[in-house]
């Protein structure tokens, strides 16, 4: 069965430095997203990327973060100058169409910065 | 979006039915009733998706009455590997409409 993949599985970072994300998404699938879950609390949406741009953004995706897909396969997700409150597990998904079709979670990298 | 209540958790010896109850008192025409599932440490996934009525799949079933201001998710004879967090989430499908709203879901323990 074919499945999101996410790399790393853990980042660790010092607060005020730059990480990029790693997701590649199911092949045919055409929807982008992410989305992060601190520590104990609920998985909260980031942002949504169709053709090559972002269609939707939750007010936590501020100028810190942006999202690409470089090539064909990967999309990622960077965060120019991480901050302390940014540690959490972030979640890559896809989906073949929106309107709330069923989304597909990658495994999750867990970012933690010190 | 309707606002989704589930219980916060729930408890349930292996072996026996596990039904979730969500209630979406403001739930739309457009929008239908997704449950996901989240195991420790792993990103949630789909279980199953219903507009009206009943739903089943190798899963689970999700029971939708006419007035689908509630539903229920049934899981058949649970065993640990049950043990997650099910989330109820109110989808509505249309264009433009990208993201899934995470409530904080229900924790089924499954005891052995």
């Known amino acids: 069965e074919p499945e999101v993949t996410q790399t790393p599985s853990h980042q660790v970072t010092q607060m005020g430095q730059e990480v990029i994300l790693r997701c590649v998404p199911i092949s045919n699938h055409l929807y982008f997203y992410w989305y992060r879950q601190i520590l104990g609390q609920k998985v909260e949406f980031l942002v949504s990327?169709?053709?090559?741009?972002?269609?939707?953004k939750s007010e936590i995706f501020d100028d810190q973060f942006s999202v690409e897909r470089p090539d064909g396969s990967n999309f990622t997700l960077k965060i120019r100058s991480t901050k302390l409150e940014d540690s959490a597990m972030y979640f890559c998904?896809?989906?073949?169409?929106?309107?709330?079709?069923?989304?597909?979670f990658g495994p999750g990298t867990r970012l933690t910065v010190l | 979006l309707a606002k989704t209540t589930q219980p916060i958790s729930m408890d349930s010896y292996e072996g026996q039915e596990v039904n979730i109850t969500c209630s979406h008192n403001?739930?739309?025409?457009?929008?239908?009733i997704t449950w996901y599932q989240q195991f420790p440490s792993q990103g949630p996934r789909f279980i199953i998706q219903g507009y009206k009525t009943k739903v089943t799949n190798e899963v689970a079933s999700l029971f939708i009455p006419a007035d689908r201001k509630s539903s229920t998710l049934s899981l058949p004879r649970v065993s640990l590997s049950d043990t997650a967090v099910y989330y109820c989430l109110v989808v509505r499908r249309k264009a433009g409409s990208y993201q899934l709203t995470f409530g904080k879901g229900t924790k089924l323990s499954v005891i052995p």
């Open positions: 998904a896809s989906s073949e169409v929106a309107g709330g079709d069923t989304q597909y």
């Open positions: 990327f169709y053709n090559n741009e972002i269609s939707e």
């Open positions: 403001n739930i739309a025409t457009n929008d239908y």
